[in-house]
Every structure is written in structure tokens, then in C-alpha cells.
């Protein structure tokens, strides 16, 4: 027997999961499928060491779909500040609010308090439909659309699959979609740290030699680090003592956040650059990571892939209420197009900003440092850049823009 919904989304990630809500939300049969039945309580601690800097963008699609106010019963921390410098040199740049008519610049949440709240909201949508543990094993075009088959043999159709499983997305790979991109030979190790000083509700990243440090505010004091190194050093700093991994820690903070008192588990994750050589195929479209793979120094990744998930629906919601194809060509088209340039661009970005870190002649560090401080004084610039990370753009969908005013009052007349 073959179950029928009309949109399928493969992956129940943050990704994935805030699609199938904005879609199930708009009226349509949706299946959400994972390898994987998440997680939806825990002990108060330890902190999962998968944390995200979540964008106001972002804010405002989960506010929309009912999901945040349940990410902060469960626990977010907003930052107001951001402060970034350069190591090997004297260049910073300070971001706070006071461009902006926002309380903070955003929220460093825990991956798995945004999976959580997305699958309760589900749990409560008659047209959603969660499916854990499933893996799809095959995917074929059918008579009325596109079909997956599990392993074990169960399968279900749908107008339109959404292949939202990932970076190493096999769902891509059955649909024969290839993607370009490289290996950064970069690892971001990942830890819950507790420090001498207060986080100071404020986003820190030190740029060293071989990639930046970032310390992440949490909402118990503690801080979460994403420490970019070369893959051979964070295998070695993995492995080192406690101890030891402290004191090297707190050499590369160079002091900003005091001591380093503990740590809990370390991980790391192989960093790539990644495109998919198209989003969409006859009733396919990819979202988030299985889209696009960037590098994680401004913590962005998950925030494009929550935009990707807010466009298709718009775009799917308009085709049902149009009384068209709900995988039409041009719904389809449109997406690939309103999205695909969008994330290249920050992908790319983030690409030129590590490029620009790793360079090590002292002339280049001069005038890189000399670029940091002359940004840093102007707020032209600085409003951009600040409105660019918190996800405010032009073109954004629509569950993406419900925030306060219009862009104009939120960062004054230039922008
Ligand atoms: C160190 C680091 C720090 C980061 N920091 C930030 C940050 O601060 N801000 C930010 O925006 N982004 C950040 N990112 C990026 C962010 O983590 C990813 O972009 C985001 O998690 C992608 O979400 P996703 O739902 O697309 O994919 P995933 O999170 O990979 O989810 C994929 C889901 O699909 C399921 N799945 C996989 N394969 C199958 C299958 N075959 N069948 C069924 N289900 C399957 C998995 O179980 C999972 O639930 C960071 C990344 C790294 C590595």
C-alpha cells in the first residue's frame, strides 16, 4: 500500500522541520521523516555542544510558526554585543544594537531546543505527519508525482519530495544532483566552557592563525567555543587532558573571557564548502545543508537554511491556494532562483573572510587590521553588516519579515 501526502520532507533537522511546519500550518498533508527520533527532553545539564547563533530573520520565522515561544520555555540567550579581533594584530570591530530599534542581535541556541520545539508544534498540526526512524532507501517519479520507499519496504508519495537530510544529503545523491565545492582541511571544535569573567551576553571571536575562536553566550553563564584549526590540530587538542586543553584554550583567548575553568565534552567537524549543482528536479527540491555547506565563522549555515525553508513554503502554499501543480516548473524555478544566488553569496563571503584571516605576510596584516578599524568607525558600513548577519535583507519570505516596522525604521534612512 502507498501512503499519500502532498509534500514529503526527508530530514527532520532544524531545516526540515521548520519547513514541514510551515507547510502542515498552510494546509497541506505533509510526512516528516527521520533517520532519527529527536530528542525532546534532557537533563538541565550538560549543554548540547551543538549550539546556533540564530539570526532575527530566524527569530521571526519560528515566532511565526508558534515555535519560539517554546525555544525559550526551554532556554535561549540573547546577545547584544559582538566583539571580534584580529591575534596577530590590533584590528577590532564592535557590533551592538544601537543601530538597530532591536533589543539584541540575536539568540545562541541549543540545535537540539529548536528541534525540540519544532516537533512539539507538530505534534499538535492534524495535517503533519512524523515518521521516526526512516530511512529512505529509493525514490522514483510515479504516475501522481514522486515516491520514497523506506528500507523495510514501506512507501509513500507526494507531489513534492523535500530532501532536507543534511550536508551528505542521500536523497540528493538518488535523485542524481551533484554538487561542487572543497574540503577546507578545517575542523570547528566544538565544547561548553565556563570562564573566569561573565560572557557579557556578548557573541567574542578571537581571529588566530589557523581560524577563529568564537565564544558563544548561553543562558546559564556558561559559554559554547567553536574553534576553527587545521584537522591535525583538533584531532591533537581532542585528545589532549583536560587540563592541558584549558590552558591552550586560554592562551588563544588571549585573556578576553579570564581563566578557563572547565570544560565539558569536545567534538569536531570537518569543515567543506558546498553547492548543489541545482536545487530542484521533477517534484525535488533541496533545503539547508543538503543545498548548501558553508563555513561556520559567522553562523550562518543554519540561518539560509531556515530561509530556503520559509521561501519553498510560500512558494508551495501559493501554487494550493493558486489551484496549480504543487511541484510546478515555474514554483519551482522561482524558488532555485530566489534562493540559490542568496546563499551562494554568503557562502562565498564567509569563504573570503577565512581566506582573508589566513593570511600571514605582515603587510597584508597591516592593512587588514587598518580594514577592521576603519569599518569599525564607520556606521555606515557597520549598519550593513550588521543588518546582513541579523538576516535582514530585501528579499526576504514572507514568515521571515514579520518583525517590528518596516527595514527602513528598523536601521534608518540608508538602508
Ligand atoms: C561547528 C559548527 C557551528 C555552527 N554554528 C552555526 C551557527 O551558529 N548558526 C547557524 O546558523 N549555523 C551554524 N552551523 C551550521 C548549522 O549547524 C547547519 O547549517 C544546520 O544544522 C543544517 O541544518 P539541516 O536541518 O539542513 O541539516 P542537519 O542538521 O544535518 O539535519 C539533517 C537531518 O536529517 C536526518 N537525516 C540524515 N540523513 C537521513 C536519511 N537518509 N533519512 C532520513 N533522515 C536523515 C538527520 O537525522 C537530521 O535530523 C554550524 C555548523 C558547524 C559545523
Redo the contacts with the bound molecule.
Keep these: 500500500m502507498t501512503e499519500r501526502f502532498e509534500v514529503i520532507v526527508?530530514?527532520?533537522?532544524?531545516?526540515?522541520a521548520t519547513a514541514a511546519c510551515a507547510l502542515a500550518q498552510g494546509g497541506l498533508t505533509v510526512a516528516l521523516?527521520?533517520?532519527?527520533t529527536p530528542e525532546r527532553d534532557w537533563p538541565k545539564t550538560p549543554k548540547d555542544i551543538r549550539v546556533?547563533?540564530?539570526t532575527k530573520a530566524s527569530e521571526n520565522i519560528l515566532t511565526a510558526l508558534g515555535v519560539w515561544a517554546g525555544m525559550v520555555q526551554r532556554g535561549v540567550c540573547a546577545y547584544r554585543d559582538m566583539r571580534v579581533f584580529d591575534a596577530r594584530a590590533d584590528g577590532a570591530l564592535h557590533f551592538d544594537t544601537a543601530n538597530t530599534v532591536f533589543p539584541e542581535l540575536g539568540h545562541i541556541v541549543e540545535?537540539r531546543v529548536t528541534v525540540a520545539a519544532l516537533w512539539d508544534v507538530l505534534a499538535t498540526l492534524p495535517t503533519a505527519t512524523c515518521i521516526t526512524p526512516?530511512?529512505?532507501a529509493q525514490t522514483d517519479i510515479s504516475g501522481n508525482g514522486r515516491s520514497v520507499t523506506l528500507t523495510g519496504g514501506r512507501r509513500l508519495e507526494a507531489d513534492l519530495v523535500i530532501a532536507?537530510?543534511?550536508?551528505d544529503s542521500?536523497l540528493r545523491a538518488l535523485t542524481g544532483i551533484g554538487v561542487s565545492g572543497w574540503e577546507y582541511h578545517q575542523d570547528?571544535l566544538?565544547a561548553t566552557v565556563q570562564t573566569e569573567h561573565s560572557h557579557q551576553v556578548t557573541a567574542w571571536q578571537r581571529f588566530l592563525k589557523q581560524g577563529p575562536l568564537a565564544f558563544l553566550p548561553l543562558d546559564d553563564g556558561s559559554c559554547s567555543i567553536?574553534w576553527t584549526l587545521s584537522t591535525a590540530t583538533a584531532k591533537t587538542y581532542l585528545a589532549l587532558e583536560k587540563q592541558d586543553f584549558l590552558k591552550t584554550l586560554e592562551q588563544a583567548s588571549g585573556g578576553i573571557l579570564g581563566k578557563m575553568l572547565t570544560v565539558g565534552p569536545r567534538a569536531a567537524?570537518p569543515l567543506r564548502f558546498q553547492y548543489a549543482k541545482r536545487y530542484t528536479a521533477e517534484h525535488f527540491a533541496l533545503i539547508?545543508?543538503?543545498a548548501h555547506a558553508m563555513h561556520?565563522l559567522a553562523?550562518?549555515?543554519?540561518?539560509a537554511?531556515l530561509l530556503d525553508a520559509a521561501a519553498l513554503a510560500e512558494l508551495v502554499i501559493a501554487a494550493k491556494t493558486a489551484g496549480r501543480p504543487l511541484a510546478g516548473k515555474q514554483y519551482l524555478r522561482k524558488y532555485e532562483r530566489w534562493r540559490k544566488g542568496d546563499n551562494l553569496m554568503m557562502q562565498a563571503s564567509m569563504d573570503l573572510v577565512n581566506k582573508t584571516y589566513r593570511v600571514s605576510a605582515p603587510k597584508f596584516i597591516r592593512l587588514r587590521s587598518v580594514g577592521m578599524n576603519w569599518i569599525d568607525h564607520s556606521i555606515r558600513i557597520k549598519t550593513y553588516l550588521n543588518r546582513y548577519a541579523m538576516g535582514l535583507r530585501d528579499d526576504l519570505p514572507k514568515l521571515a519579515g514579520t518583525g517590528t516596522g518596516t527595514q527602513q525604521e528598523r536601521f534608518g534612512e540608508d538602508f
Design positions: 526527508v530530514g527532520g533537522g532544524i531545516v526540515g521523516l527521520d533517520a532519527r546556533s547563533a540564530l540545535n526512516a530511512q529512505v532536507a537530510d543534511g550536508r542521500a570547528g566544538v567553536v567537524f539547508g545543508d543538503a561556520p553562523g550562518q549555515g543554519a540561518n537554511g
